[in-house]
């Protein structure tokens, strides 16, 4: 699959595989990146941190090129002065202050005024009360703040954030997620990693979806969920008249198929809306009483699986 | 501070840790007790000096100084990628070879830190002891080639395998230690060996020097070795860093 994300590109793969021994991590995507937020969506184990690892020049493509602004990252790291990627990892250098290792990262970016540059972006990530306090003490979404404040540092015209709300309260999360549109908006490249679909939906214009390593879908968020609406979820339903609720839902034309045991319904529906807005009537029309609903395979990966089978 | 001078900071500060620092000085510092221990018996000045060159070498150079420089060079580059900060230091716009000449110096950095305690304490203890304040000159120059020596070579090696302390290790015990010492032919092959010839060269007469196989004593000769291992060694580590995974 290729997917063409953009009228300037600034990240261009072309062909790109990755395995590790015998074990395919990445396989031939094709892809371009420009101005905007683009979501990177997929189950853990999809291939999406490996995929930021190639992309960034972490590490090697075993087959395909990455270019970055027309270069190869790898053999030209002057080009790491225009992007910046915020890895999954939570580990930084735990005996540095938050404030000495955004310097840090300023002066390995060169930066006219590191102390200042590393301030500003600090008060961005809304971290400089707790600028002189070591990281090593940080609880798991401050270090995360960090890390963004890191890469934000020299103002990267290109942005890699891998899970980069991983451990953050909903505050910090809509905080986050403030920064990395505005970025977007201003023209910038932000490309950003979630195995949660409503993350992505925030942030993102566009989103590719990638499964076992490959391409599964592209497009706007809601395209994807017009795709995901043809897939048949399968809900439980426990109630005290299973048979009664099922004879009264089997005749839906949006039923696929129901499945009866002593105290609950495994309910096949292709449109889980109308199940979930039918429900409430049936039930009082019926006198059933209704005690649990719930998806049973509404992950993102039998979402996705579902989507690489279709193709 | 430009960005090489913060890589070897940031790279000393994560090497040089209290507790590790408290650790390897005092594993670096036996000789130097010893020396303190033996000078409160009734011991001659010719014999407390042969003990102090015997222990300095057989124990500070000869083991503890090469083990603090093997953990501190395979850590400079290869705790960047164990602990997954890599993309902190190899995602900027550095040239490849500024990371791998910085990260040395802080390894090379770290192990003279250790060696200057070291190697001070048995100075203190032993010129106190035989009143030859000079007795210290090949020590302080063989722990110079030791730190060299170790501190770069390991680098690489740290960056491409996670089991490059134990390779170290072997390395010391296995090849050092038992093939160099048994086969005279393979002494100069021998980094401790190496650094034993320019000890020798500036305390002529100890026992040590019966070990030194084909190597002649000399401390030009082993300057000049060390340095091309570390130019070697800089070189194999920016080709790493250039054609590698770093993640």
Known sequence: MTVVNADSSTVVLQGVSRWFGQKVAVSEI???????????????????????????????????????????????????GRIALVPEDENVYGFLSAAEFV??????????????????????????EVADRKL???????????????????????????EPLNGTDPVQRAHLTRIFTDMGRQGRTVIVSSHVLHEVERMADRVIAMVDGRLAASGTVPALRTAM????????????QPRRLAAALVERDWVG????????????????????????????????????????DESLESVFRYLVEDR | ?????????????????????????????????????????DRGSARLADLYHDTTFGILLAVALPVVAIVNATGALGDERRLHT???LALKPIPRWAISVSTTIASVGATLAVAVVAVGLGWLAAGSATGDWGIATGPAVGALVVAIGYGTIFVPIGLLTR?????????????????????????????????????????????????????????????????????????????????????
């Open chain 1, 103 to 128: 310097t840090h990262n300023a002066r390995l970016q060169k930066l006219p005024n590191p102390i200042e540059a590393a301030r500003q972006a600090l008060e961005t990530v809304d971290l400089s």
């Open chain 2, 86 to 88: 890599m993309p902190f």
């Open chain 2, 163 to 247: 089991r490059a302390t134990v390779i170290g290790l072997i390395y010391l015990f296995l090849w050092e230690a038992s093939f160099a010492n048994a086969v005279a032919a393979l002494a100069p092959t021998s980094l401790g060996h190496i650094a034993l010839s320019a000890y020798v060269d500036l305390a002529p007469g100890i026992s040590a020097a019966e070990t030194l196989g084909n190597l002649e004593p000399g401390v030009g000769n082993a300057l000049t070795k060390v340095a091309v291992v570390a130019l070697v060694s800089l070189v194999f580590t920016t080709w790493a860093l250039r054609r590698r995974d770093l993640a």
């Open chain 1, 229 to 240: 609406s043809d897939i048949p979820l399968q809900i439980r339903v426990d109630c005290d």
């Open chain 1, 136 to 162: 090593v003490g940080f609880s798991k979404g401050m270090r995360q703040r960090a890390k963004v404040a890191a890469a934000l540092v020299h103002q990267p015209e290109v942005l890699v954030l891998d």
């Open chain 1, 257 to 296: 198929g129901i499945n009866v045991e002593a105290t609950s319904l495994h309910i096949r529906s292709l449109d889980a809306e109308q199940l979930g807005r039918a429900l409430p009537g049936l039930a009082k029309a019926l006198d059933v009483r209704i005690t649990r609903v719930d998806p049973e």
């Open chain 2, 1 to 41: 501070m430009n960005a090489r001078l913060a890589i070897i900071n940031v790279t000393l500060r994560r090497l040089i840790t209290r507790k590790r620092i408290v650790g390897l000085v005092l594993f670096a510092s036996v000789p130097a007790l010893v020396v303190l221990f033996a000078s409160t018996g």
């Open chain 1, 30 to 80: 094709t892809a371009e990146f420009g101005a905007g937020v683009t979501g990177l969506l997929g189950p853990n184990g999809a291939g999406k941190t490996t995929l930021l690892r190639v992309l960034t020049g972490l590490i090697r493509p075993s087959e395909g090129t990455v270019t970055v602004f027309g270069t190869d990252p790898r053999s030209d790291p002057s080009v790491y």
